[in-house]
């Protein structure tokens, strides 16, 4: 299973729930994108590191029986786990194929839409896969991206400090792994190059109080990755204790504030 030992999030069951979570607290925004670009019944959408394919589902209920969702993923735990939610809600409109963004080709089809999240912070060579993109989709789609576009936006305030180091531990491990965390910095470029054009470019970014939902993404992904981190021979017990303890007391704070990690979403035309 080279794809799951591979990933640096990891494919285990408390990421597969994670990307639950973030999915949710996303979902609002996410709607209003695809909405606003035009994705509705009948449409068919290439979902790029689809992982256990929560997106992929809303998709797939909003195109219908007679739209299509091609999800790509190259995680056979993230596979699985999307194939059991397809069949447990009787989607037959999904079809999910294993692949490696990097090493294969991307499959050829009549594609209105793609969908990209998170994906290509993760990835060792982003430009390969928007020339793959390109190559598949057809004249006048859509592409549409959510990325991170500068993940250093992620504090808090009042500040903390060992988030802002547990921050750049996340940033360099990334790097580390071969990706890049602030993909969407390099889609400009890689767009025109592609023959896309950007038609719309709009910076989603949160000032969030503990009790929002959406507090809860940045949180649940510091109390999964200290383990990773510490797995990985980076920090010990004593700074992941100190990191969880302070977020704690950021918790009990009404009046603390979190600023999110900037996403871009880029929503672009092949020309
Ligand atoms: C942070 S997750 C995002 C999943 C999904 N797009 C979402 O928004 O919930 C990144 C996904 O990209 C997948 N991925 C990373 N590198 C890949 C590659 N080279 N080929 C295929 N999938 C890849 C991972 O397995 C993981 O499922």
Known sequence: MA???????????????RLGLQHRVWRPVVLDCWQ???????????????????????????????????ALERSKNFIHAMGETCRARSLANVK????????????????????????????SDPSSLIRKLSGVMPKRSIAIFHEYGHYETWHFLPRLTNQ?????????????????????????????????????ATPQIFCVRPNDYMWQWPATFIEIYLPRLMEMGRIDQNFADEVRGDLASAEAN???????????????EKL
């Open 36 to 70: 606003k670009a035009g994705i509705t019944v009948g449409k068919h959408v290439l979902d790029l590191g689809a992982g256990p394919g929560y997106a992929t589902v809303d998709l797939a209920e909003i195109v219908g029986p007679t739209g299509q969702i091609v």
């Open 3 to 17: 794809g799951d030992r591979d990933y640096v999030l990891g494919t285990h069951e408390e990421e597969l729930a």
């Open 254 to 268: 009404p009046n603390a504030l979190m600023i999110t990690p900037l996403v871009l979403e880029i929503v672009a």
């Open 96 to 123: 999910i194929r294993e692949l490696d963004l990097m090493t294969d080709e991307l499959p050829k089809g009549d594609y209105d839409f793609a969908w990209c999240r998170w994906v290509l912070s993760f990835v």
């Open 164 to 200: 802002e180091k547990f921050r750049e531990h996340v940033i360099e491990t990334w790097r580390e792994s071969g990706g890049e965390p602030d993909g969407a910095a390099g889609l400009p470029g890689l767009l025109s190059t592609n023959d896309f054009a950007i038609r719309s």
